[in-house]
């Protein structure tokens, strides 16, 4: 089993920033795409950013040129530096991480999210 656990979030005033960890634990064979997804009150959970595991990164069109997404691969660790936040960035961010076991299977796996706010 693979566990993710997100750190980082909290509240913030806008045009701050914050800088968002995920680890991955547990019995990992190897690790593909890492990202974010984030959820705001009563809105479908959407596409932050992705990162695969040889660096390459796809964001979403709300956050291209202020947020970077970056890996760890030794550690199996994503980070997402958010800068000149927006009260329209504030949700519950949630990690995922694609895990490739040992038989070729892949399986997505979820953090339990941290909440992000921005006030204006």
């Known amino acids: 089993q693979v566990q993710l656990v997100e750190s980082g979030g909290g509240l913030v005033q806008a045009g701050g920033s914050l800088r968002l960890s995920c680890a991955a634990s547990?019995?990992?064979?190897?690790?593909?795409?890492m990202g974010w997804y984030r959820q705001a009150p009563g809105k479908q959970r959407d596409l932050v950013a992705v990162?695969?595991?040889?660096?390459?990164?796809n964001y979403a069109d709300s956050v291209k040129g202020r947020f970077t997404i970056s890996r760890d691969n030794a550690k199996n660790t994503v980070y997402l530096q958010m800068n000149s936040l927006k009260p329209e960035d504030t949700a519950v961010y949630y990690c995922?991480?694609?895990?490739?076991?040992?038989?070729?299977?892949?399986?997505?796996?979820w953090g339990h999210g941290t909440q992000v706010t921005v006030s204006s």
């Open positions: 995922t991480a694609d895990h490739v076991q040992v038989t070729g299977i892949m399986v997505a796996h």
């Open positions: 547990g019995a990992i064979f190897s690790i593909n795409t």
């Open positions: 990162i695969t595991s040889g660096g390459s990164t």
